[in-house]
């Protein structure tokens, strides 16, 4: 079932939403579509001219073709247009989930009113909906009034949209993606919302001026699909679903007389199409009342590194930290866990002044204070550390920033700190750390590194050995940073040669 994605809709004879939209989603992000059409809608660009429901027969024998040869990863469900159709689906859905080896994921789309205003569904679905299907749903994706039509919720501000949220999921749904395309707070700008296993995730950006927006809401809840078929977490889905869905609202055109269709373009290159993640003290927050936490820690730009940072050895004990350096490593993090309280500080700054007689950079992970007090070259940090440390302390110190992502939401939420670099991890399985679930490879290593090179020195990290630092070089990152590559190779000058002539002069 690799990477396969059912789309349980309709179809939009114009092109540019429904079925058509799904496929093109789909396809962008490189999975494979296969459809189950409930309605061929008569459409174009100036509205729906007539809708004609799929009989359930005839939808049961499309669900019954896939099911025996291809089954989804992920099934995404958009139109579905009369109580039978839901109640067919959902009886479908329940023995995949119960039944199949690998139970699918399950994105909903509940079309109910289409952008031109034209209703799409019968009357009595809601009661339906509500009883069969969302139980069954892993991430649904309202808009501003499929939202108030499910849950009464007038989406009035922040705290509505997380009333809202929380309704839908004391119907049994999983997790939930608002979207903000239809309100205007802060004035001018679009902001999303998901929820997701007790966590919130905000994301804005301007709003992109154009009318032809018909098929966003089925393209990103497909872009979502997909990338969850692809093993991507929510978080993650959700931001390139979003930044999809920005792309192809900037290269919307005109094909009737009436609203566009949004244009499909493949994997979002380009980091203007990224939203902002919103948290205290990013550049929405306010607008949004944000609760700002006490001591309030935020700081933006941090002092760079001149450049690259190379090999970048991370090790246990000052003994590394001056083997390293004295074998030409241009960059070594000291990272101590379960320090000795009674050696902490010493073995800190011992690694300081080796850095300063080898002149090579040293960074200090987690010891923010004490890389301070003696004046390290700079500091790395955690995604939790973000919200803990003294980011003032540190950037009026003119210490560098390091910090740590482990994919793409994680990537933007560091990006809002502009430190000095950013590292991506891990790339491989590590027994150095328990970096479960976290594992990113090198397909979005690829896609980390041009998103982030503009802005940032980048660094790679996680698994990382002599046999595949060729193919981690490739993707273009600046550094590689390992652990047991030189500290487990039996001649640790040697591993760092070779590590360096992949590098280059990086
Ligand atoms: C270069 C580099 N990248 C990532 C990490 C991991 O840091 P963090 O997330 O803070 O986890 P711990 O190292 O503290 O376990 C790193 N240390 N260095
Ligand atoms: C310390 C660390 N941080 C990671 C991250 O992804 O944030 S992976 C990792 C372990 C790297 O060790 P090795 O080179 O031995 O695999
Ligand atoms: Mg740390």
């Known amino acids: 079932m690799a990477d396969v994605v059912w789309s349980i809709a309709g179809s ?184 997701s296993q007790g966590q919130e995730y905000w994301l804005g950006n301007e709003a992109i001026n154009t009318p032809h927006t018909h098929g966003t809401g089925c393209s990103l809840s497909s872009a979502i699909a997909a990338c969850l078929a692809k093993g991507y977490p929510l978080k993650d889905a959700f931001i390139l679903g979003k930044a999809y869905v920005n792309k192809g609202l900037s290269y919307a055109q005109r094909f009737g007389e009436g609203i566009g269709p949004l244009a499909h373009t493949g994997f979002p290159e380009d980091i203007n199409d990224y939203p902002q993640v919103i948290e205290a003290g990013s550049w929405l927050a306010d607008e949004l009342d944000f609760e700002q936490p006490i001591p309030f820690n935020f700081a933006a730009g941090f002092a760079d590194t001149g450049g690259e940072l190379g090999l970048y050895a991370v090790v246990d004990s000052v003994d590394w930290v001056e083997k390293c350096l004295s074998a030409g490593v241009p960059t070594v993090q000291l990272r101590v866990k379960n320090a000795d309280p009674e050696t902490l500080e010493a073995d800190i700054q011992t690694a300081v002044t080796l850095g300063n007689k080898y002149q090579g950079r040293v960074f200090i992970n987690d010891y923010w204070q004490l890389a301070i007090k003696h004046g390290a070259y700079g500091v790395h940090l955690g995604q939790e550390d973000l919200s803990e440390a003294n980011l003032q302390a540190i950037q009026e110190a003119g210490l560098r920033l390091g910090v740590s992502t482990h994919g793409f939401y994680e990537m933007l939420r560091a990006h809002n700190y502009r430190p000095s670099y950013l590292a991506f991890g891990a790339i491989y399985p590590t027994t150095t750390k328990d970096m479960t679930g976290q594992i990113q490879g090198l397909e979005k290593l690829s896609h980390f590194v041009p998103l982030m090179a503009e802005h940032y020195p980048t660094v790679a990290i996680g698994g990382i050995d002599l046999s595949v630092a060729p193919d981690v070089v490739k993707t273009g990152v600046g550094s590689i940073a390992v652990v047991r590559a030189i500290t487990e190779s039996n001649d640790h000058a040697s591993a760092i040669e070779q590590l360096q002539a992949y590098l280059g002069n990086r």
């Not at 959902?90 to 690998?102: D, G, I, Q, R, T």
């Open 12 to 195: 939009d004879s114009g092109g540019g939403a429904g079925i058509q939209a799904d496929i093109k989603a789909m396809h962008s992000f490189g999975v494979h579509g296969c459809t189950v059409i409930t309605a061929l809608t008569a459409q174009n660009s100036l509205g729906v001219e007539a809708l004609n429901s799929t009989s359930t027969e005839v939808i049961e024998s499309q669900l019954q073709a896939l099911a025996i040869d291809m089954p989804a990863r992920v099934i995404k469900i958009g139109m579905l247009a009369n109580v039978q159709q839901i109640q067919l689906v959902a009886e479908h859905l329940s023995h995949y989930k119960a039944k199949w080896v690998e139970p699918p994921l399950v994105v909903y789309d509940p079309v109910a009113i289409a952008s031109s205003g034209d209703r799409l569904t019968e009357e009595d679905t809601i009661d339906a909906l509500k009883t069969y299907l969302l139980p069954l749903i892993d991430v649904i994706t309202p808009n501003t009034q499929e939202t108030q039509l499910l849950t009464g919720v007038y989406l009035i501000g922040p705290d509505a949209v997380r009333e809202a949220a929380q309704k839908l999921q004391q119907l049994g749904v999983q997790s939930v993606v608002i979207k903000g395309g239809h309100w205007d707070y802060p004035k001018g700008y679009c902001v999303d919302y998901c929820a």
